[in-house]
Nanobody, 127 residues
C-alpha cells in the first residue's frame, strides 16, 4: 500500500505560478512511477504529467506542455508539479497517483495504469 497526500493548491491569478507536492508513505516510493491528473467540474479526470521511478523520463500532456514540469525527489518520497503561466482553464482538482513499475524508465498516461490515488488538491486560477 502507498498513501499519497497532495498539497500546495489554492487560489492564484492568471499568469501566476504554483507548485504542487505529493508526499508518499508506505511501500518503497522509488519503485513507483508517478503521475498527476486533474478534474474540472463536469469533466472527466485527465492526464497532466508522469514521471518514471528513476526520474529520468517524463511525459507532459500537450495541453500544458511548456508550462508544467513534473519532478521527484526519491530521498523525500515526494513528487512535484511546477505550474507556470497558469490559465483559468487550469482550474481543477489535481490528483497524484502511483503506479507499480518493474522498469525504471517507464511512465504512464492512462488512469488505469495507476494503483494508488491521493485525495486531490484544489487549484483555482482567477482571470
Amino acid at each position: 500500500q502507498v498513501q499519497l497526500v497532495e498539497s500546495g493548491g489554492g487560489l492564484v491569478q492568471a499568469g501566476g505560478s504554483m507548485r504542487l507536492s505529493c508526499a508518499a508513505s508506505g511501500r518503497t516510493f522509488s519503485s513507483y512511477a508517478m503521475g498527476w491528473f486533474r478534474q474540472a467540474p463536469g469533466k472527466d479526470r485527465e492526464f497532466v504529467a508522469a514521471i518514471s521511478w528513476s526520474g529520468g523520463n517524463t511525459y507532459v500532456a500537450d495541453s500544458v506542455k511548456s508550462r508544467f514540469t513534473i519532478s521527484r525527489d526519491n530521498a523525500k518520497n515526494t513528487v512535484y508539479l511546477q505550474m507556470n503561466s497558469l490559465k483559468p482553464e487550469d482550474t481543477a482538482v489535481y490528483y497524484c497517483a502511483a503506479a507499480e513499475s518493474v522498469y525504471s524508465g517507464a511512465y504512464y498516461s492512462s488512469r488505469g495504469e495507476y494503483h494508488y490515488w491521493g485525495q486531490g488538491t484544489q487549484v483555482t486560477v482567477s482571470s
